[in-house]
């Protein structure tokens, strides 16, 4: 009983719990499920939602939100083909360039958020929509195929058998668990969520880390969109879209306040497998895509209601 | 005068948070026609005691009586259909309705279902004028200083025509002018034979108002007694339960330093156009009227709010600092008179409020040094005497000692000029003088501390200079001598009175 009390104020291992009963109880039961193979593939999966969701995580700890995830996914997986020169063997100069203009893009959305005093949710939503329609202006409606090497050997290469995805996920998992729990700006991104004046009060500087904090998540979600990029090997309009509403999911699935303040990404990695591990037994189901998305909808609501996550304050 | 029944009564009533008895076995009785006082230190059970009367909470065990009967389920309906009206220590009002809509919340007058405003104005006219509170009824509460807040927080009670009115520290963001009508407001509904019951920790107006006292003291009642007879150092005897020296600490003959502080014509919100200057050893007072000014004069230094100077030295920089982070690079910090919303972050941990501001100082290769931080929050916790865990989340300490914590974060900073905002409203009076010592203390080290205070006693016995700020004007210098409750009044109200030197 106490065990099983301390594991309800534990959200990260809660979660992680419940991946594991799922993946046994689905193992059990649906052939092919438990097979390595499928458990690698939801893994990798899980890697481009978990990438994402690395940026979106510090965004929501801070008490912001970023909703131009997607479009900058999309953005990227689009310019990679694109502004990869030719004279480059290794496909990494094309690589750094989408990284930047990702890092520039989320920028600016700190930059409205920090002077102009836009509300994150304003900012980002305005950004998303503009990144798109300039998108269609550039790339038009058709699909690029991306012959970049450094991007499809991530996509593609499986060094000992685990895909380059996971590997890339694990240092960024490493990363964020660092930046959060063992760097100062960690601590103050916290602060900020949890209450702005006071932090503010405390010396701690609004601006300069909304700046950091925007720029980071613009980052990933450029990181995310290349390691799409590379296991699709095409970028399209639209390639982005599905991973807006995940990050966020996985970020709240892991336990952590969407107020701000509180939480870990230790939470947000078990939330992404979770994700994508309700998506490929909902696609199990013999149902159409309508009813597939209203199963979705209902069991990360159910979901978010057995784990209790919005602690009453 | 008091052989009549009790109005409202607690029957040795028991209550417990999480197997934390916090109330054991307390009895309180509220008669018609008196202002009874509860006293107790932060943690006393005070607050807890003041939800059962007014059924926010139910008694674990034992009874809440109504007119000598014991009422079953009490809940605040129930106390609400009783009579039963509390002005809480912290302020429910909804900032963004009207004086006249959050005196009349919950109990509007009607006319075919929708709310009569001509009815609703012309009974919230008639509190509003029992409170002195002038301002046109349709104005937002947003706009209304702290001070002008709680006496709508009264107004409010008042509106519902009490015949028990439970006062939880009324008067610890008013002026000296307010608290008056607050006491004649009180004698008023006294002598109408309302029962009254009043928490503050100043004892000067338990003494001039209240006729019986009950003492907290740990969950139990240690005094319940008439209050003829007893002075201050009584009352105070009776809440400590032991001597206690003076209140504040002796005050050494003033030898200031260097200048740390030196504005002319500084501007900042409501200030306008000032000359201030402080140095270092000094403990600076800023007096006056709630909302004259004194918050934005700490606040534009502190470099937090916008503000301009014609001239500026501070802490030995030339010019304003231009944002906290500078001030607090130049040795400037702050403690706000809100700790719970400008000071802490309440969910977090004390180790965490502890260390938020030498964060940066403490980490090693952009990394933190946990060791050197649990070292640090270690030696903070034992300075301050902030005892227990340092894991607990900051909002699970009294009043008083997240004041410490919110002081105690600042001192690896070694700062050479504090600025404090009321830093001991709501602290209890063990911790009061535990703050009173401490800023003395920082004051022999030849830091210099500017303290703005509501506490007209604080501002005459700790300070060694007090500038009293109206309309954002200084209105008087008091220095030495010249320091005290009247003249600082005076000079508030803008009276001129002798010793009153500009």
Redesign the interface.
Known sequence: MKAVKSLFRNPPLLTLVLVALVWLVAGLTLSGFGAYGHLRYLLELAAVIGIAAAGQTLVILMGGIDLSVGAVITVTAILVPLISPAWDPTGLVGVALALTIATGIGFLNGAGAAYLRVPPIIMTLAMATFLQGLLVVVAGGSAVTVSNPAVLLLGQARPLGVPAGILLWLVVSAAVL?IIH???IG??F??LG??P?????????VARNTLILYALSGFFAGLAGILVLGMNRQGYVGIGDPYLLTSIAAVVLGGTSILG??GTYAGTIPGAILLVTTTALITVVNASPGWRSIMFGTLILSLLLVSGREAR? | MTDKKPLLEARQVFKGFFGNPVLKGVDIALHPGRVHALLGENGAGKSTLINLLSGALQPDSGAIAVDGRPVGRFSPATARAAGIAVVQQELSLTADLSIAENIGLGAFPRRFGLIDYAALHRGVREVCAMVGLTEPLDMPVADLALGRRQMVEIAKALFRKPRVLILDEPTSSLSAHEAGILAGVIEMLRDRGTALLYISHRLNEVQALCAHVTVLKDGGVTADQSLSGIDGEGLVRLMVGRETGDLFPPRPACTPGAPRVDVTGFSAGLVRDIAFSARAGEIVGIGGLVGQGQEDLLLGL?G?IPAKASSAEVSGKSGLPA???A??AAGLV?V?ADRK????????SIA?NL???S??R??RN???DRPAETGLIADLARRLTIKGDVARPVQALSGGNQQKVALA?WLPLDPSVLLLNDPTRGVDIETKREIYLMLRAFAAEGRLIILASSDTPELVHLCDRVVVLREGHVAATLVGDAISEEAIVGAAMGVDRKGAAA
């Open positions: 660092l063992r760097m100062p601590a103050r916290l602060a949890a209450n004046l006071a932090a503010r009060l405390s010396g701690v500087s303040g509180r304050r | 502190y937090a944002d906290v982070g001030a607090n702050y706000p919303h400008e000071g802490l972050v309440l969910p977090h965490s260390i938020l501001p964060l940066g403490l980490a952009g990394f933190r974060k």
